[in-house]
């Protein structure tokens, strides 16, 4: 879709990660709520983080339950239980955090159910996490549009992730342009 509005109206188009809104609680007492990396404030000044979390339903035939328990544990599932309602029906309940199924989750699950999972929510509540901002720095400068919120436990694949998808549409040049992630202070 981007593609065909650049070639056929000359409209240019950026597409961003969709978020949600932490709730921080700063170290001088304050609360902030964010849901943009760009107004993320500065670590050392954060004392605790929580984020949305959702009590998820996913209904499944009963072959695909192992493999959607599964992709509910990859997105940070902390509880998990079955209800059959049906011959060769099951209805997969999970409580995960909201910013994990924004990430590419329904896409999966439509993947290893072959198209015959259904997936419905609702919000429950805010908890405690451990939210990092990961800056993408393109030739030593930090690109703000490539900025994002992600769980400390997947900054680092997701960063690696997003540089390797960067260094093959970046084109070549006859000098090196390093791209990098940025954790915090750690690259």
């Given at each position: 879709?981007?593609?065909r509005?650049?070639r056929e ?12 809104k932490?709730n921080?609680?700063l170290?001088d007492?304050?609360?902030?709520e964010?849901d ?6 500065d670590?050392?000044?954060?004392e605790?983080a ?17 493999p ?18 049906s011959a ?6 999970s ?18 159910t ?5 997936f ?48 093959e549409?970046?084109p ?12 915090g202070g750690?690259?």
């Amino acid at each position: 879709i981007q593609e065909r509005l650049q070639r056929e109206f000359d409209v240019g188009l950026v597409i961003s990660a969709p978020s949600v809104k932490y709730n921080l609680t700063l170290k001088d007492g304050s609360t902030l709520e964010v849901d943009n990396p760009s107004y993320w404030p500065d670590p050392s000044m954060i004392e605790s983080a929580a984020e949305p979390y959702i009590k998820a339903s996913i209904l499944t035939p009963e072959e695909y339950v192992g493999p959607v328990m599964e992709l509910c544990r990859e997105h940070r599932s902390e509880s998990q239980s079955m209800n059959y309602l049906s011959a060769g029906r099951v209805e997969v309940i999970s409580e995960m955090p909201l910013g994990e199924v924004l990430f590419d989750f329904y896409g999966k699950l439509k993947m290893i159910t072959r198209g015959y999972g259904s997936f419905d929510y609702e919000a429950t509540e805010y908890r405690s996490t451990d939210i990092v901002k990961v800056d993408i720095l393109v030739n030593r400068e930090p690109i703000d549009a490539l900025a994002y919120l992600v769980h400390r436990d997947k900054a680092r694949t997701r960063a690696l992730h997003y540089c390797e998808q960067l260094a093959e549409a970046i084109p070549r040049h006859q000098f090196k342009i390093p791209i990098q992630g940025a954790i915090g202070g750690s690259i």
